[in-house]
């Protein structure tokens, strides 16, 4: 492992109105849908692939996740939560060709294609990192908070979400003067685009312009680019270069780097899987990047540039953690926080805790020159095992004190919302949820009946649940 600092240039501080504001990192955090299951439907995850068919524990799921939120919260750290998706999606299978009654639909698509019943049924918007891709307004030309909703158009189980996703956001963020919420990239393999799992920002004050860093999988336009040759790049550099052009990014704010397509071929399909940022920290693998050193230099020269600072950059090599441990350990995918009285706690799945190169990575961390002095393992294993750990279940959403304040109040998280959604989810998800399940209406039905009473824990409208 190793770390260094870039020295700081001119402190010739550039910044705009709103860093005089207090402006705050809010992790928003997907609540686990009552349909959490093991279908093998993504591709180039492996984690998904190993555990396709088996039995799962929604209602573990869901907890598992409500009380990550409670300990991000109790670090002093602003939380909030976003909707699981109304599963199943019956107007998709009847766009398909299914017809007659909703128990009808459901046992034909079960009958003669359990995976497209299984896509319907997926509850894979838990993964809020791959919900959009957000901008802070500091970084913005005009100075608003903008996000695109990501048209996840890799796979249909997630591609549906897109537009469940914007209707969410638009309510959320319901305020022209503050937010713009963006249409999805249009659909099409040239612009895949999954969401701030391959957006990174670096910044010296949450509230002051940062870099951000665009990582793209495949140029879908110039073939003579390396692309990966087993499993997809899903994010293109097409899309990653639309996000940034619409959100007002100028070219010192936005960079786009190439992610390594050898490493997608060993199962990282998210750059969130292979290097964390958090403001003035960039921890990342040697191998994470196509030329990971020199860019990852430039990178350092251009936060120097934009937020006259020093970049404190991890390394972690090879040696330190093969690949495959990345992959299985999901040591990247850990939630690196600034606690508001300062330091950084760095939030790993359990996993981390029980290989060997990852905890040892861990203390290494811990005993570096950086700022990260705190590491927790919490258990996310229903989430895990479908390749989700702690930083693919939160969209960071950084927003100055008049944004928060326009923000739909349901969705912020406090001890009692924490205690109304667990015993929502204690009262309405099954503990054991295999394919056979998917077919059975009595499902759909218990459903809508928990999605109403979400509706009214979190003050959302019910047309966001199709009810
Ligand atoms: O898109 N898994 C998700 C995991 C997303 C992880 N997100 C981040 N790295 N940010 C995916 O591959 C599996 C569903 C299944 O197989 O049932 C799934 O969709």
């Not at 497209?116 to 791959?130: C, G, K, P, Q, R």
């Not at 087993?230 to 293109?236: I, K, L, N, S």
Request: aromatic share 6%.
């Amino acid at each position: 492992m190793t770390s260094r600092s870039y020295s700081a240039g001119s402190a010739n501080r550039q910044s705009k109105g709103n860093c005089k504001l207090p402006t705050y990192e809010v992790n928003f955090d997907g609540i686990v849908g009552p349909t959490h299951s093991y279908a093998g439907l993504s591709y180039g995850n492996l984690a998904s692939a190993a555990h396709e068919h088996q039995a799962s524990n929604p209602q573990a799921a869901a907890l598992q996740g409500l009380d990550k939120m409670r300990f991000v919260h109790e670090l002093g750290v602003r939380q909030a939560v976003l909707p699981p998706s109304r599963r199943p999606r019956l107007d998709v299978l009847r766009r398909l060709g299914f017809a007659g009654s909703d128990a009808e639909v459901i046992e034909a698509a079960g009958r003669t294609d359990p995976a497209l019943l299984a896509a319907v049924y997926s509850a894979s918007n838990m993964w809020t990192a791959n919900a959009a891709t957000v901008s802070p307004s500091a970084d913005c030309a005009d100075d608003r908070l903008h996000l695109t909703p990501a048209n996840l158009v890799n796979s249909l189980h997630r591609a549906i979400e897109a537009e469940e996703t914007s209707q969410v956001l638009r309510v959320i963020f319901d305020d022209e003067q503050h937010f713009m919420v963006h249409e999805p990239l249009p659909p099409g393999l040239t612009l895949s685009d999954e969401g701030a799992a391959n957006h990174s920002r670096l910044c010296r004050e949450f509230g002051e312009p940062g870099c951000e860093l665009f990582v793209y999988g495949r140029d879908a336009l110039d073939a003579s680019q390396p692309r990966p040759q087993q499993f997809p790049a899903r994010q293109t550099r097409q899309a990653s270069a639309a996000i940034a052009r619409r959100h007002g990014l100028n070219d010192t704010t936005a960079m786009f780097v190439q992610q390594n397509p050898l490493v997608i071929d060993q199962g990282v399909f998210h750059n969130d899987v292979i290097s964390v940022a958090n403001q003035n920290v960039f921890l990342f693998h040697e191998q994470a990047f196509v030329e990971t050193l020199s860019r990852v230099q430039e990178l350092a020269r251009q936060y120097e540039e934009t937020c006259h600072d020093r970049l404190i950059l991890i390394r972690l090599s090879t040696d330190d953690l093969s690949i495959q441990d990345a992959v299985s350990s999901y040591l990247f995918n850990s939630q690196l926080l600034t606690r508001p009285g300062g330091g950084m706690t760095m939030v790993c799945p359990q996993e981390c805790a029980e290989n060997a190169a990852a905890r040892r990575c861990t203390e290494q961390l811990l005993a570096g020159d950086n700022p990260i002095d705190q590491v927790e393992f919490l258990p996310l294993r229903q989430s895990m095992n479908n390749g989700g750990g702690p930083a693919c279940l939160r969209l960071r959403v950084v927003l100055t004190e008049p944004e928060l304040a326009a923000t739909h109040g349901g969705v912020i998280f406090t001890p009692q919302l924490h205690d109304d959604l667990t015993a929502w989810v204690r009262r309405h998800y099954r503990e054991r949820l295999v394919e056979d399940d998917l077919r059975d209406p009595q499902l759909a039905m218990e459903i809508a009946a928990a999605f109403e009473q979400l509706s009214s824990i979190l003050n959302l409208p019910p047309r966001l649940f199709g009810l």
